[in-house]
């Protein structure tokens, strides 16, 4: 238990100076003082990552090409199976960091130790020794590239499912894989900004350092308490146990909406408690699926991130919101309160379909016979937050991180103060940066040829892709900085969008196309830099993590289309809500908004419906007030310096909290910070030493174990679509939040006011 006099000081933003200097230390008191001084300033950073290295560790062996190999396929089929299910279940890296353990010891056993072609230049043995970390690490970064699902899917899936067109698997591909390629030359460019200074500590990363510290480190066990290895297997098997209720036994503990069962008839009750269609006021998800799906691990988040995100969500979700729909702002009484629908005037669904020529382009007199698009109150107002959060993103990083990004420019970082883990890893034999550059640049001009060559079906100009990739490149570092000190990542999706909706109009595929590379390479870029940066903590070589991540790109892309591409050739009217059964869980709710996205910016058009001819035009003033609010806080700071609290209000992150929403619900995010109020302000604030030596592994165990215990329900029940079907089948027992309050509007099942 800390002292009554640290209590006080709370998790502080990365680039403040803490004062603290008393810290719980798990290195034991081999460590050289000289080390210890040198280590991180970030307090978790310092009691999480170890600061020695050894790097006599043979990492790039026989074992790891073939787990490595071996865990990004599986987690690139399962991840992609899972994605398309009304609950996407995301297995992490963080199962497969666990399951190859085994894996590798007992390779280390049986696998034979001669060296083949011994004293020439290609000597090399498929068995160098004992089973070591520094393999386990390289085996995780080929899983992380399986863990994360390419978003360029989402156009073959609108293509293909939504808008029932052609794209070929060929075509694709090529998509996919420049997509996710990209990413290496942004990453490139960036390593010395988001990677090297220790100020950008990447918060996830210290899940996994905790778990393989738990699972290579050997530790005496203390009286009355657990090791890591123990506290995790016990941890684990009770998220492996656990989960066969809310998976299978009980779906309603994804989501308790308590007042919906007081109120079994009252359209405003429900309205106000659905969790997964309404405000979710009281509702509550007692299910790790349903606290960590969308916004990742709670107990990740530091607790300033934490709060942000609390108080963006309160403002959309409990103030904006109600404020807008009970005024009956753009016919918000028309439509449900929480949708990510599109409908028409009179709150029918909108037909799509009717308004699209022979050629895939908007067909204007069509649309004026529709009538304009209209959105529910909550979806039209999370478009609101996301053109605020862009703009806050870059004014707030020129204000609180401009001077270190300047200093970093004039290559003043060499004369800085390094931590120990940058100057460990001096050591090692950097990437030249003209890997980097070669790669983003053939990278290009194979995009460039690919979207000419085949306009037909992606539709996107060559000049498309250029001010796509300069967007990319603009927003990498300062949406790098968010990421890399608070665990969240401010979308650029809202932006492309808004820019190719109005440059080119009335082509949804072109629209899709420039999101996703001037997003998601964007995403991508980051994706590789965090794990860099676990590289970097963990001590791998740099040239073994470049390979790793490459090979692992290239696999990864593959299985994750060929699985999509399966899937949706063989599920019967897969994503298709109206024509699937009762109960069927090949809803798509990701590819549903990312449809939805692509009719609204790309069919339609901004002008049209943010713009001079659309509804939602006063929407753009949220550009202005994204850019004044971090000014406001920047200023309050100066003002009153001693108050360090103030510096922790980030505003980007307080805006970005809610860009999963939609497909995520409020019970998604009611949950998550609860739990990350727990563990990132109480359990810190109170028992630092517990938190510093079980926080990271038990979220490390409970990943896994639900991951393993989805996969098993699945295998075993729910290929042979055995279900249970009673009063906890119900995922939340609302179905009266779904339904307009306006008076004379007729939906099925809701009742005419």
Not at 174 to 182: G, R, S
Not at 311 to 331: A, H
Not at 732 to 739: Q, V
Request: proline content about 6%; aromatic content about 16%.
């Amino acid at each position: 238990m800390i002292d009554h006099e640290e209590t006080h000081k709370e998790i502080s933003a990365p680039l403040i100076e803490k004062q603290e200097k008393e810290k719980y230390s798990h290195y034991g008191d081999d460590a050289p003082s000289s080390s210890q001084s040198e280590n991180s300033p970030i307090e978790q950073v310092s009691l999480t990552v170890p600061i020695t290295d050894d790097p006599t560790l043979p990492v790039v062996t026989f074992r790891m090409w073939v787990l490595g190999t071996l865990a990004c396929i599986f987690l690139s089929f399962l991840n992609q199976f899972f994605w398309f299910r009304r609950e996407p279940l995301s297995i992490s890296s963080i199962s497969a960091q666990i399951a190859v353990v085994p894996l590798g010891h007992l390779m280390a056993m049986t696998i034979t130790n001669r060296v083949f072609f011994k004293g020439r230049k290609f000597e090399f043995t498929m068995n160098p020794g004992p089973f070591n970390v520094k393999e386990h690490v390289l085996i995780t970064i080929f899983a992380n590239s399986g863990a994360g699902n390419p978003y360029a899917i989402h156009i073959v899936s609108a293509v293909k499912v939504f808008y029932k067109r052609n794209v070929t698997f060929w075509v694709s591909l090529i998509v996919v894989l420049t997509t996710q390629v990209l990413g290496f030359g942004w990453s490139g460019l960036f390593r010395k900004y988001l990677v090297e200074p220790a100020a950008m500590w990447w918060p996830h990363n210290l899940v996994q350092v905790s778990l393989f510290r738990a699972l290579h480190e050997k530790e005496e066990r203390a009286k009355n308490e657990l090791t890591r290895n123990q506290f995790f297997l016990i941890a684990f098997l009770c998220s492996f146990a656990y989960y066969v209720f809310p998976g299978y036994l009980f779906p309603m503990l994804s989501s308790l909406s308590w007042l919906c069962w007081i109120f079994p008839t009252s359209v405003l009750a429900q309205q106000l408690g659905s969790g997964l269609h309404g405000l979710g006021i009281s509702a509550i998800g007692i299910d790790w699926s349903s606290i960590s799906s969308y916004l990742g691990s709670p107990l990740a988040s530091p607790w300033f991130a934490t709060a942000n995100i609390a108080v963006g969500y309160f403002l959309i979700m409990y103030v904006v919101t109600p404020f807008m729909y009970w005024s009956n702002v753009y016919k918000a009484k028309t439509f449900p309160i929480f949708s990510d629908g599109l409908f028409t005037s009179d709150g029918k669904k909108y037909n799509i379909s009717a308004i699209i020529d022979p050629n895939f382009h908007i067909d204007f007199n069509a649309y004026d016979r529709e009538g304009p698009l209209y959105l529910s109150t909550f979806f039209s107002m999370t478009y609101a937050f996301s053109f605020a959060c862009l703009s806050a993103t870059v004014v707030h990083v020129f204000l609180f991180h401009g001077r270190d990004i300047w200093q970093l420019s004039k290559s003043a970082f060499q004369e800085k103060k390094m931590d120990i883990h940058t100057k460990l890893m001096r050591k090692y034999k950097q990437v030249p940066e003209w890997w980097f550059l070669s790669i983003l640049l053939v990278n290009i001009a194979a995009t460039v040829f690919l979207c000419e060559y085949y306009k037909s079906q992606l539709q996107l100009p060559w000049w498309g892709v250029l001010l796509a990739c300069g967007l990319a490149f603009f927003f990498t570092l300062p949406v790098g900085v968010i990421t890399a000190t608070t665990n969240q990542t401010p979308g650029l999706n809202v932006i492309t969008e808004y820019i190719i909706g109005y440059l080119y109009p009335g082509y949804p595929v072109a629209n899709m196309c420039f999101k996703v590379y001037g997003y998601i390479s964007m995403k991508q870029g980051l994706t590789f830099l965090q794990d860099l940066k676990l590289g970097h903590y963990m001590k791998i070589p740099p040239r073994a993590m470049f390979m790793a991540q490459v090979v692992g790109t290239l696999i990864s892309a593959l299985v994750h289309l060929g699985t999509a591409w399966w899937l949706m050739e063989t599920v019967p009217d897969i994503c298709d809500r109206a024509l699937l059964p009762p109960g069927s869980p090949w809803t798509c709710p990701g590819d549903h908004v990312f449809y939805d996205a692509s009719v609204i910016w790309g069919l339609i058009g901004p002008q049209r419906i943010f713009g001079n001819l659309g509804h939602y035009s006063a929407l753009n003033w949220a550009f202005l007030f994204g850019a004044i609010a971090p000014v406001i806080v920047w200023i309050t700071h100066k003002s009153f310096p001693n108050q360090q609290w103030i510096r922790l209000i980030t505003v980007p992150v307080l805006l970005a909290g809610i860009i999963q929403m939609p497909p995520a619900t409020s019970v998604n995010y009611n949950s998550w910070i609860i739990i990350a109020f727990l563990s990132g302000f109480v359990v810190y604030r109170y028992n630092r030493k517990l938190w510093s030596r079980h926080n990271y592994v038990l979220s490390g165990a409970l990943d896994a174990g639900l991951a393993f215990m989805g996969v098993l329900l699945y295998l075993c029940l729910g290929m042979e679509h055995v279900r249970l079907d009673w009063w906890g089948s119900d995922a939340d027992r609302c179905p009266l939040a779904k339904c307009p309050t306006a008076e004379g509007v007729v939906v099925k099942g809701c009742p005419v006011f």
